[in-house]
């Protein structure tokens, strides 16, 4: 595979930034071993070996075993933060601006149809950390059915939010023509 990469970087008058470049081991048992990391050159220069790496805002780590607890857990922090601030700077808007703000920031939850996720519980947490979100964006006080509060605003839940996301990864990949995705 790196064979290939340096044959297109150079038919392509292009170069590698090495240090940018970073290789990570996928264990399926747990059993890490250091030595057992063979050295990878491009370029002529080593290419260095991480357990964690962040890939366009997405924590993705080489453990089985931490699955994606840890980037679920950032993710809510992170849809609360964005919520705060939206209710901040358009606590003036009408209801109709800040659905479509709502709809904006929140209808794409990044990589949420790659979740790897073991229990209920962490489901429900980002579950409830979305309807926050709406709660604080439209100053939604007390007992409501934040169920009906998203149909009266006609947005999706975050369950439904899941599903379309996961189908629509899972549609992008079983059209594609090359024989090797398919597999994926």
């Known amino acids: 595979m790196i064979d290939i990469c340096s044959s297109y970087v150079n038919e392509h008058n292009t170069t590698f930034n090495v240090n940018k470049t970073v290789c990570m081991k996928f264990f399926l048992n747990y059993s890490k071993t250091k030595d057992s990391y063979p050295e990878i050159f491009l370029d002529k220069r080593a ?15 080489n453990s089985c075993k931490k699955y994606d607890d840890c980037e679920i857990n950032r993710k809510c922090h992170y849809l609360k933060v964005k919520a705060n601030m939206l ?3 358009f606590s003036h808007a009408s209801d109709n601006v800040k659905c479509l703000l709502f709809k904006t920031y929140f209808s794409n939850i990044y990589c949420c149809s790659l979740w790897v996720v073991r229990t209920k519980k ?15 964006i439209f100053k939604i006080k007390g007992p409501h059915s934040i169920t009906k509060e998203l149909a ?8 439904s939010l899941r599903r379309k996301n996961c189908f629509s990864l899972n549609k992008r990949v079983f059209s594609m023509k090359m024989r090797q995705y398919k597999t994926l």
């Open 47 to 61: 290419v260095g070996w991480v357990d964690t790496y962040c890939y366009l805002g997405y924590d993705v780590n």
């Open 87 to 89: 209710a901040t700077r």
């Open 122 to 136: 962490i489901v429900e947490k980002i579950r409830v950390a979305y309807n926050d979100c709406l709660r604080i």
């Open 152 to 159: 009266t605003r006609r947005v999706n839940g975050f369950e």
